[in-house]
């Protein structure tokens, strides 16, 4: 084996064990998907701690080159603190022209103990120049599961169910030059409007990932659409 190669043991209260290798320059993030696969965790969020100081956590970025020859205990949250009971709000709005284009969105998802999850998202845009307005909505319901992401080395938090979407449009062009236009021409882009004004409403399947550094970013505020504010249900 390497001189660069650091092994060290998992087990868990079980009684599952395995041996997870790795380079010296690695840490936990890095590996963390190893500890995963020797114990079939794969779809579950774990925390790991020093057998011989098992009330301290350790860290992603600590470095396994301090932990050649260790055991670690692995640990399985059913319902981690940080998003059980908790509600993630983000509000978004951007105005242009003094308010003749406005975007607006507001997402509400609400993690409830049991594994069971509501998303509400609505979005809206208006043009008044142009007489456009498109508003659209979903709202979703199912259950949901921390896991850790070996891709992005990250815990994510992962809702899947169903959604109900709806998309309402409505085109109303004001006519300034009415008086040098004849009644085809109007009565040509009354039917083109027609066409661009709906209401729909449509059942799918929902799935949604979000980080956990994702989740507990502080909003910055309504004019920026990074961060959340959360608050206990």
């Not at 500890?35 to 098992?54: G, I, K, Q, W």
């Not at 990932?209 to 909003?219: A, G, H, V, Y």
């Amino acid at each position: 084996m390497a001189e660069s190669s650091i092994t060290f043991k998992v087990s868990m209260i079980s009684g599952a064990e395995g041996t997870v290798s790795g380079d010296a320059a690695e840490t936990l993030a890095d590996v963390k998907g190893k500890v995963m696969e020797v114990l079939n965790l794969s779809m579950s969020s774990v925390s790991l701690f020093l057998d011989s100081a098992p009330g301290e956590e350790l860290q992603d970025d600590r470095s396994i080159k301090d932990l050649s020859g260790c055991n670690l205990l692995v640990v399985v949250p059913s319902e981690p603190e940080w998003c059980t009971n908790k509600c993630f709000t983000q509000e978004y709005i951007r105005g242009r022209r003094c308010g003749m284009e406005e975007t607006s969105e507001d997402v509400e998802v609400r993690i409830l103990s049991g594994g069971e999850f509501a998303f509400k998202r609505k979005h809206h845009d208006h043009d008044a120049e142009c007489g456009y307005s498109h508003d659209s909505s979903v709202t979703a319901q199912g259950t949901w599961l921390v896991r850790w992401d070996p891709t992005q080395k990250k815990e994510v938090l992962e809702l899947t169910g169903e959604a109900t979407r709806r998309e309402t449009q409505r085109v109303s062009r004001t006519r300034y030059d009415s008086w040098d236009r004849d009644d085809h021409e109007d009565d040509e882009e009354e039917e083109e409007e027609e066409d661009q004004n709906y209401d729909r409403t449509t059942t799918e399947k929902f799935n949604k990932i979000f980080t956990k550094d994702e989740l507990l970013t502080t909003s910055a505020g309504r004019y920026t659409r990074d961060g959340w504010k959360v608050a206990p249900i």
